[in-house]
């Protein structure tokens, strides 16, 4: 999942402040599970829009639309009868909503808000914790199923460093140091030799080092 955070109400007041009307667009997909930009989350940002507004003398006209996914065609292109009523979109998608929504529609202007932060799930009611860097390559089964990409601060693949204590990162003592993880899942298997084998260093092209990524499936192509 896709996990966002939204943005102050002071900064998105300060994108729209020169419009008078606005669209505010969510997403039922992954802004929703985290509570950040469904139906539910619209609603509470265009009246906390209308009251700031309405406190500097300002006035705004704001219209709701939660769409299915607006990282799919088939679901923006219900905004196309609409996105030109309006002064400017506010969207409530992580960073691939409002891009395909101004690809789709290149006159109107489309601001996010909200903040893209990481793949990840809940580990709990209300909190998220990043589980995926997306890097292209997946190798967490020389891990146990751990990925030190995500979960290391610094991405070791050969074993902690030497700053981590009581299984804990030297960043902070709120983050788990996942290799103190691996290395004691693996001394409880009986299976520690596994980590004495050098491995190639990791081919960073599959990550967004290489550049944008696309993904095609053959048959399914038109």
């Known amino acids: 999942m896709i996990v966002a955070d939204r943005k102050s109400l002071e900064e998105i007041m300060d994108m729209i402040k020169p419009y008078n009307k606005i669209l505010i667009v969510g997403c039922k997909g992954c802004v929703t599970v985290c509570n950040v930009g469904g139906a539910k989350e619209v609603g509470v940002l265009a009246a906390a829009l209308k009251i700031g507004r309405k406190k500097d ?3 705004i006209e704001i219209d709701e639309k939660t769409i299915e996914r607006q990282c799919d065609p088939e679901y923006i292109e219900q905004l196309r009868d609409i996105y030109d009523r309006y002064d400017a979109v ?7 909503g409002p891009q395909f929504l101004s690809e789709a529609y290149p006159s109107q202007k489309f601001f996010p808000a909200v903040n893209t932060k990481f793949f990840g799930g809940a580990v709990q009611h209300g909190i998220w914790e990043e589980r995926c860097a997306g890097c292209g390559t997946c190798i967490i089964h020389y891990y146990d199923g751990l990925c030190p990409i995500a979960r290391c601060s610094k991405s070791l693949q050969h074993g902690p460093c030497g700053g981590s204590a009581n299984g804990k990162c030297e960043i902070s003592k709120d983050v788990e140091c996942i290799w103190d993880t691996i290395v004691k899942k693996k001394m409880e298997q009986g299976r520690l030799e596994d980590l004495r084998q050098i491995r190639a260093a990791k081919d960073w092209q599959t990550a967004r080092d290489g550049g944008p990524r696309k993904s095609i499936r053959e048959e399914l192509v038109q």
């Open 57 to 59: 003398g300002n006035p």
């Open 90 to 96: 506010l969207s409530m998608a992580c960073g691939v």
